[in-house]
């Protein structure tokens, strides 16, 4: 046997792939100055964006709503030369926009591949010209269901209308069965209705997550949503699927949905944004603030500034996740204090992953911040200000935003303690939970014991009387006989077995009652000192 026969390289990736187009050995990065990317296959990123765009200065603003095509047009024109600062907001993945601002920024390549890659940890790199910042956007949506049947028919047939009217009743007949055989009141469907198998969540016909559009970025595509299940999961779709299905949040018609937010500061003092789809959740709240020539977003005119804004938005608005999954688990702590069950110890064993999860995601901005703060600037805020437009100076990470960047840590360790203390307090529940259930079954046999003792003479001596033997004279005469026997003896037999246990009840009887009594005493005397106090005070009043 040669050595080529011992092993064979597997040459089909496909099951393996991480993203697509991907090989071992291929040449790292996206250039956006070729069509292709200069690789062999780019990733089919085709999206209709909803991208805005906001000069402004501090005398003056202006917002751009722009589409694909009138972005590619707009990055063609020079900027004008009032404007301080600029800050793209890209809402949605698409290779055309992508492309377009990459060689509107000379964008590095590697970094042109990790908008496109959402498998990414979140860090910050530093390139020659912008540096490029990646972290993880985690909020909760409701997700709501349409009880109103559809009485359009595609055919225009009656039947066909009728029929699907019936068929919608029965649905909601059996809907309203369900929830009353469980005995539990669902104001929304769990989240594995309308989470199918793939690589994407799908929804059904009559049900939507909850979306209040802001009115400066309208894409929003409820089929491309990652929950937090799905977001960088292995290839087992049915552990995917089952853990969705029975989600710490699914009771509550909630989920997490988590996805991956791309940042560039450029040297020229410009921000670009990348969302999937959460920048309408983050563009409402900034753009207040700039339309305001009093607030200090608009007065420096920093780029850092407002990628530190940004980023307090995103992690801002992991804050209600922390919040309900702490509720989820005060509920479950009521249940297991109440009446513990094994099914309670699967319902904290699903939290706890999901909040490791979440907890691994949120984890490394920490990091991110502090490699923010480290890079911060020897200028002074007046020097730094001046210099922000100058690209020679590079990326300028200015006093204020190392400032405002502490704030944005604080909230990352105040989100990463509330994960740590509810997800100890799930690892204490469980051990609760075995231990409440294994002392249940230690008094359940002791219960049996007792009466075991109890009823053990009798047993004896009723086998006794029972002998068939034809000269026995005790049986002749009357029950009572059998009674005078079988009482002092099983009193006997109880004293003797349980003497140690009847001792310590009583010493714990004497104790707790010497306990109370001293309790008392300390009450009344709190109550005596507290009516002399009284008294005092209304004696100084007069």
Known sequence: MTRSNTFRTLEEFEDFETQPGWRPGAEPGIDPLKPDGGQ??????QADCQITVVDFSQEDLQVHELDNNQLIEFVKQPQPSWVKCRWINVNGLSWDVIQALG?????????????????????????????????????????????????????????????????????????????????????????AAILESG?????????????????????????????????????????????????????????????????????????IAFFEQSADDVEKPILDRLASPATILRQSCDASMVAQAIMDAIIDMAIPVTWCYADVLGDLELDVLTHPTVQHTKNLYILMTEINKIFNLFNPIQTLVNALRDHKTKLSQEAAAKELQNPSRGVIISPMTYTYLGDVYDHCLLITEDLKSTKEAANHMIDLIFNTI?????????????????????????????????DFSDIEGSVNKFWYIAIPVAIATILVILRETIYETLV??????????????????????????????????F
């Open 438 to 470: 294994a002392t249940y079954q230690n008094e359940t046999v002791k219960q049996l014991t007792n009466v075991t003792i109890l009823f053990l003479p009798m047993t004896f001596l009723t086998g006794y009387f029972g002998q068939n033997f034809k």
């Open 199 to 271: 690589t994407q969540p799908q929804l059904s016909r009559n049900q939507s997550f909850k979306h209040q559009a802001t009115g400066f970025s309208d894409t929003f595509n409820p089929n491309t949503l990652c929950t937090l299940q799905r977001y960088h999961s292995s290839g087992n779709s049915a552990r995917t699927e089952y853990m969705e299905k029975h989600s710490a949040l699914a009771s509550r018609g909630l989920a997490v949905m988590v996805e991956q937010v791309a940042m560039f500061i450029t040297s020229d003092n410009t921000v």
């Open 40 to 45: 062999e296959s780019v990733p089919k990123l």
């Open 508 to 541: 714990r009887f004497f104790q707790r009652r010497h306990i109370i009594g001293i309790r008392k005493k300390r009450v009344k005397m709190a109550q005596a000192k507290s009516r002399r106090r009284s008294e005092q005070s209304k004696r100084k009043a």
């Open 103 to 191: 060689q509107y920024k000379d964008l590095h390549r590697l970094a042109i591949e990790d908008i496109m890659n959402s498998r990414n940890r979140p860090k910050a790199d530093w390139y020659t010209n912008h540096a490029f910042i990646i972290l993880t956007c985690q909020k909760l949506v409701r997700i709501l269901e349409d009880d109103s049947s559809d009485d359009e028919s595609d055919n225009g047939d009656g039947h066909s209308v009728k029929s699907n009217k019936s068929f919608s009743s029965m649905k909601s007949l059996a809907r309203k069965f369900s929830h009353w055989f469980s005995r539990k009141k669902v104001e929304h469907p769990t989240a």
